[in-house]
Every structure is written in C-alpha cells, then in structure tokens.
C-alpha cells in the first residue's frame, strides 16, 4: 500500500511550513520536497541568529559598557551567520528551490548587560544551529539527497563546530577571570576585551 501523501517525518528543524514549491523545478532538480522546507526553515534561522548577535554587538558599543573588541566580535559573527543564510540561499536556487521571505522578530536581548551573558546567548545559539544542521545531514541522508548532506556538512557544520569550541574557551576565560552573570560589569571583562586573542581580528 502507498504511503499517505504529505505524511513528513518527525523533526526538530525550523521547516518552513508555507513553503510552496516551484512548479517543475523540484522534480527537474531531484530536490526532496521536506529537505527544501528545511533548508527555507533555516535561513530564516540564521537570519535570526545574526539579528540577535547585532542586537548584542550594539549593546557593547554603549557607553555604559564600552567594550570595543567585544562588540568587534559580535559584528564579526553577525556577518558569518548572514553569510551562512546566504550560502543556504544560494544552495536553494541552485537546487532548484526558493526561500519564503519572513519578518524577523525583534530579540530580547536587552536584559544583558555582561560578556557572560552575551557569550552564553551566543553558544546556546551555536548549539541550537550545530543541532539542527546535523538532524538536516540526517534528513538528507534517509530522503536519498547525499548531496545536500555533504554540502551541509562540509560547508556549515564544520565550522560551525569549531564556532562552538572558540567560544566555549571565551567563556571559560571569562569565568576565570572574575566575570559574571549578576548583571554588572567588571575588571575581568576589561581584560578578555583587551587581551583575549580571539577578539583582536574582530576589530
């Protein structure tokens, strides 16, 4: 007996649930309806993500907080995960589908105040995406698209990892050197700001 049509399988991506798609192009490109949703689902991900990271850069440019290689970084970020939403974009239209235009949300990031909160929201972030680029790898795989499980994993995933890791080290230095996440600044964030070496490109 056929399987029912439309019948999708269970995942935690963000999959564009209005996504339409192109007449004749899917079929011509051999493009897995469910691996386009998800591929449309996340660029609006990533939209996401790089608006909070600009929303966090701006907020270590105030004068309050005045932490310029900080907020070097956040705009540095803030550029990688436009450039990954464009990557996704490009992928799509090259496999023959599109992407939905979405309204991002404004974030709620005006509550931090601190690095520690702001690398925290930055990892939690990375996980999520880390998370969701591999259950797309896995996606691919069982829909019989090898192609965007490679290009998935070798063009965002793997950086994304090492993305993981350098600010998992930030956030250990920041601990160690006194920061915290009580909603004040301190000395500790002065020192990461002016020696850690990861924030010396960024600016």
């Known amino acids: 007996m056929a399987e029912p049509k439309g019948k999708r399988?269970?995942?935690?991506l963000p999959s564009c649930n209005s996504h339409r798609p192109l007449p004749?192009?899917?079929?011509?490109q051999n493009y897995p309806l469910e691996v386009e949703?998800?591929?449309?689902?996340?660029?609006?991900?990533?939209?996401?993500?790089?608006?909070?990271?600009?929303?966090?850069?701006?907020?270590?440019?105030?004068?309050?907080?005045?932490l310029p290689r900080v907020a070097g970084y956040f705009h540095k970020?803030?550029?990688?995960?436009?450039q990954n939403a464009q990557t996704l974009l490009d992928y799509q239209a090259d496999r023959g589908?599109?992407?939905c235009p979405k309204d991002i949300q404004k974030p709620h990031t005006l509550m931090v105040r601190n690095l520690l909160q702001a690398l925290e929201i930055a990892?939690?972030?990375w996980?999520?995406?880390?998370?969701?680029?591999?259950e797309l790898c896995t996606l691919s795989k069982t829909q019989e698209d090898p192609h965007t499980a490679s290009f998935i994993r070798k063009r965002l995933l793997v950086p994304k990892v090492q993305q993981i890791k350098v600010t998992g080290d930030l956030l250990t230095n920041a601990k160690r050197l006194g920061c915290t996440d009580g909603?004040?600044?301190?000395?500790?964030?002065?020192?990461?700001?002016?020696?850690?070496e990861e924030l010396r490109t960024a600016v």
């Open 97 to 99: 589908g599109h992407y």
């Open 24 to 28: 004749g192009a899917r079929v011509k």
């Open 183 to 196: 909603g004040e600044s301190s000395f500790g964030e002065y020192l990461i700001d002016h020696l850690q």
């Open 77 to 82: 970020i803030t550029e990688e995960e436009e």
């Open 123 to 125: 990892l939690d972030q």
């Open 9 to 12: 399988l269970k995942t935690c």
């Open 37 to 66: 949703e998800s591929v449309c689902g996340l660029i609006t991900f990533f939209y996401e993500v790089s608006y909070r990271f600009r929303a966090l850069a701006e907020i270590f440019e105030q004068d309050d907080v005045a």
């Open 127 to 134: 996980k999520k995406a880390a998370s969701f680029l591999e």
